[in-house]
């Protein structure tokens, strides 16, 4: 099974030789503390100027962009003249797909482009702001997310922006509440509402403050039972983990009960028999 970092925890720091249970490589994954402390950007006083012009990317004349119909007819109503509109739609096209692939350099080109061309239509900023969260540029994935967040009236990005603020070092008091938005938005995809929990939750922890960390898990057991089993495996593996740290075993043992229903796996047995030997 291929395992990536606990979400929420640090092996260097707390010791932990565990991994937890593989995921699907998407845009809508906490980075983790590990990656947010070696990647975070220094604090930069705002600039007074405006950018420059970002280059123009090479866009082929005879490409169809395979956009969503939705996400074309926004554009082709909000962006004038036509060339203009089409541009638009072959930079969210072809950056999205550099993006996915991990050409940064690529997407970020063409998403770039796409902004400077329509800075006022909401998927363009949050296209753009989830090619820079994948880049680990978390500060200006920020930035982007958060005008998303603005032009959308929408928290469904909530938990990358939560995430975002993790890692370029705001305090946890600014971090959790926006996780818990999107936690306790009813209508949200269950998925996203569990990485806003599991970004909460980590830097609860981090902050020292297990108990609450570990309610904020509890709370979002409801969006849990509708939640993709990746989700839901990560949701126990950190819930594990935050009880027995805590000195909790009965309840880690609870956890990877479930988490064994989800993943079997040989890792997650031994450390189940190891906290409940007799069980």
């Not at 450390?271 to 069980?279: H, I, K, Q």
Request: proline share 9%.
């Amino acid at each position: 099974m291929d395992r990536r970092p606990t979400r929420g925890s640090s092996p260097d720091e707390r010791g932990s030789r565990r991994r937890a249970p593989g995921t699907p490589s998407a845009p809508r994954e906490p980075i983790g503390r590990d990656r947010a402390t070696r990647s975070a950007p220094a604090r930069r006083a705002p600039s007074r100027t405006a950018p420059p012009e970002p280059d123009r990317p090479e866009l082929p004349a005879d490409h169809r962009p395979d956009v969503p119909p939705a996400v074309r007819r926004e554009v082709q109503r909000r962006v004038a003249p036509k060339g203009r509109a089409r541009d638009v739609l072959v930079c969210l096209d072809l950056g999205s797909a550099a993006s996915e692939s991990g050409d940064h350099t690529t997407a970020l080109l063409h998403m770039r482009w796409a902004k400077h061309l329509a800075p006022r239509i909401q998927l363009v900023r949050e296209a753009l702001g989830i090619a820079l969260y994948r880049a680990d540029e978390f500060r200006a994935a920020l930035t982007e997310l958060q005008a998303y967040r603005r032009l959308a009236g929408a928290s469904d990005q909530n938990h990358l922006i939560a995430d975002c603020l993790r890692a370029v070092g705001a305090p946890v008091d600014e971090v959790v509440p926006v996780a818990v938005e999107l936690l306790d938005d009813a209508a949200a995809e269950p998925d996203r509402r569990i990485e806003a929990a599991l970004v909460a939750a980590g830097a609860l922890e981090d902050a020292g403050r297990r108990d609450r960390a570990r309610d904020l898990l509890l709370r979002s057991e409801t969006a849990a039972r509708s939640a993709a089993p990746e989700a839901r495996a990560r949701r126990h593996w950190l819930a594990a983990e935050l009880a027995e740290r805590a000195g909790d075993p009965a309840a880690a043992v609870t956890e990877l009960d479930e988490l064994l229903r989800i993943a079997p796996d040989e890792e997650v047995r031994t450390w189940r028999a190891r906290l409940s030997p007799d069980g």
